[in-house]
């Protein structure tokens, strides 16, 4: 079975600062990784995902993620922090079964809120 | 293109009572899940379809069933509601349930209050 852990409850960070939202995982086989984003009172929105290839994936409103096999971690990163960046952050791995099929089952972290201070 | 909607936005019940939460997306997409958000807990997934006409339990299932009424709408029932099931439910869509890692389209949620 697989899991995601992220660290850190909670990331505090001024803003124009960079900022790193830490994750990692353990699957089995090779992993499909997702960051989501959840502002107050709203479902989660994708930001980014690692499917193979390139360890730095780019992705929405600036934000990046660094993937790293030996470490098994995908931190989440952005060079100059917003306020408007301060939400909860989840970090998700997707289940895939013997056959090589997946049915979308993203098995999700606890989440870490990010605060970004003016 | 509204996405994901899901109604009502927030319920109270009370233990023993029976309702069900109601999703529909208009992505056309084959694939819909129901997940419970807990603090500190993350997702849990309870029921996922992986097309129409299948259903199949997630990671916490218990007290809980499922319809997919047609490709658009996938519905969950509480039978008899505990207040272990206070939570915040969300349902999601993807495009493709079998080979591709599409990120799922989430709705906004439904708070439910089990007293």
């Known amino acids: 079975a697989q899991s995601v852990a992220q660290p850190e409850d909670q990331v505090n960070v001024a803003e124009g600062n960079p900022l790193t939202v830490k994750c990692t995982y353990s699957?089995?086989?090779?992993?499909?990784l997702f960051w989501y984003v959840q502002y107050p009172n709203r479902g989660l929105q994708f930001l980014l995902k690692y499917i193979t290839g390139d360890n730095l994936v780019k992705g929405s409103y600036g934000f990046e993620a660094e993937f790293n096999k030996s470490q098994t971690s995908f931190h989440l990163k952005k060079p100059s922090a917003l306020v408007s960046d301060s939400a909860l952050y989840f970090c998700?791995?997707?289940?895939?079964?013997?056959?090589?099929?997946?049915?979308?089952?993203?098995?999700f972290g606890q989440g870490t809120i990010l605060t970004v201070h003016p | 293109n509204a996405g994901v909607t899901q109604t009502p936005k927030f319920q109270v019940l009370k233990t023993g009572q029976s309702m069900t939460l109601q999703c529909a997306q208009d992505m056309n997409h084959n694939s819909m899940y129901w997940y419970r958000q807990d603090p500190g807990m993350g997702l849990r997934l309870i029921y996922y379809s992986a097309s129409e006409g299948t259903t199949d339990k997630g990671e916490v299932p218990n007290g809980y069933n499922v319809s997919r009424l047609n490709k658009r709408e996938f519905s969950l029932r509480l039978e008899s509601a505990a207040p272990s099931q206070t939570s915040v439910y969300f349902c999601?869509?993807?495009?493709?349930?079998?080979?591709?890692?599409?990120?799922?389209?989430f709705g906004n949620g439904t708070r439910l209050t089990v007293t």
């Open positions: 699957v089995s086989g090779n992993p499909y």
């Open positions: 999601a869509s993807s495009e493709a349930g079998h080979r591709g890692p599409s990120p799922l389209h």
């Open positions: 998700a791995v997707r289940e895939t079964n013997a056959g090589g099929t997946s049915y979308g089952k993203l098995t």
